[in-house]
């Protein structure tokens, strides 16, 4: 063939193939051949191919109820919502909870595929999951990465969004915001970013992926006292052979260090420009949040139609789902009603 050569996606796919090299260093054999088993309180994880990947997800309750997708983030897995998915069956919800690319069981359907953690892409995973399960609409609902792909859903394909929960609020970001420079305290806390920044970073991470996400989950929710098997049952999806590849370009695209696939530049550019939400919404946030979230009042007017805001007490952090199970169903349960 005489095509042009794409030269962005040369760099896309040689940064992807440098990084999965190094995550299939760190993973044990057994690791790299079988991937992550059943989800324990979500009951069994199906596979079903959507788009560019065959998604491990749990899927509960009615098939003929009205939807809800629960969205997880880094680094934690579909186990967050082991005490939400059951209480929203139990309120009339069929519920889905995949893995996002680079997580516990779910694969790409090519070696060539570019192993992209861009917000767009994760984004259009989630609508070809809707897709390849015949689900018109859904409520979507998630936290950290899964919120921010739940907000863009509901930007850019609000036909498909029902309603939306969302931990932390607005986190639509663009290229061009994360090249701007943030108070010292404020780039303090995003420490992780600039590490992953160098290969030294990526030497670490994928060396150290089992300790190293644990340290975010302590400083992320520092009042959090999870027990050993709590965190154990959730890095097993980390062994991906993707994970590293995936965490590493999601952190560098978003500096403008490493370049996304042409197929979503329209995309970018539309969620480059903030645009408003109008579905149902509830935002959420817990009152010991350690990472990095915006406050409520500077998102507030970004969302245009039915709105709450509830911030939890009681030492939530960031985790909110897992850390404050009962309040995020209540949320999910309620959204609709605004």
Same mark, same amino acid.
């Given at each position: 063939m005489n095509d042009p050569v794409d030269n962005s996606r040369r760099r896309l796919l040689g940064a992807a193939a440098l990084n999965v090299g190094l995550a299939q260093m760190a993973l044990p054999a057994a690791a790299q051949a079988a991937p992550a088993g059943g989800a324990g309180a979500l009951g069994p994880i199906r596979q079903i191919e959507a788009g560019v990947l065959d998604v491990g997800h749990a899927d509960l309750?009615? %098939?003929d109820a009205p939807v809800a997708i629960l969205l997880h983030g880094w680094p934690y897995d579909v186990h967050a919502f +082991?005490? =939400?998915?059951? !209480? &929203? $069956?139990?309120?009339?919800? %069929? $519920? /889905? $909870?995949?893995? &996002?690319?680079?997580?516990?069981?779910?694969?790409?359907l090519s070696a060539e595929a570019p192993r992209n953690g861009q917000q767009g892409a994760i984004a259009a995973d989630i609508i070809a999951l809707m897709d390849a399960l015949h689900i018109d609409q859904a409520v979507l609902a998630g936290f950290d990465w899964g919120a921010r792909t739940a907000c863009i859903v509901a930007a850019a394909w609000p036909e498909r969004c029902r309603a939306l929960v969302s931990v932390s609020g607005y986190l639509i970001g663009s290229q061009q915001a994360g090249r701007q420079p943030l108070p010292p305290q404020a780039e303090q806390s995003w420490w992780y970013q600039f590490y992953f920044a160098t290969? !030294?970073?990526?030497?670490g991470y994928a060396a150290n992926r089992h300790d190293f996400n644990r340290l975010i989950w302590?400083?992320?929710?520092? %009042?959090?006292r999870f027990d050993d098997a709590t965190y154990e049952r959730s890095a097993a999806s980390f062994d991906n052979? +993707? @994970? =590293?590849? /995936?965490v590493l370009h999601n952190y560098r695209w978003r500096l403008g260090l490493a370049t996304g696939e042409p197929?979503? +530049? *329209? &995309?970018? !550019?539309? &969620?480059? *420009? *903030?645009?408003? /939400?109008? =579905?149902?919404t509830i935002t959420l946030e817990g009152d010991a949040n350690g990472a990095p @979230?915006?406050?409520?009042s500077s998102y507030a007017r970004k969302f245009t139609g039915k709105y709450a805001h509830r911030t939890l007490p009681g030492g939530i952090g960031h985790n909110l789902p897992q850390e404050a199970p009962a309040e995020f169903a209540r949320a999910v349960l309620d959204v609709t009603k605004l």
């Open positions: 309750g009615p %098939r +082991d005490e =939400v998915a059951p !209480r &929203l $069956v139990a309120g009339g919800y %069929r $519920v /889905i $909870v995949p893995y &996002l690319r680079g997580y516990g069981s779910t694969r790409f290969e !030294r970073g990526a030497a302590t400083t992320a929710s520092p %009042r959090w052979p +993707d @994970h =590293v590849a /995936i197929k979503f +530049d *329209a &995309l970018e !550019r539309t &969620l480059a *420009a *903030a645009p408003t /939400i109008a =579905v149902p @979230h915006p406050e409520p």
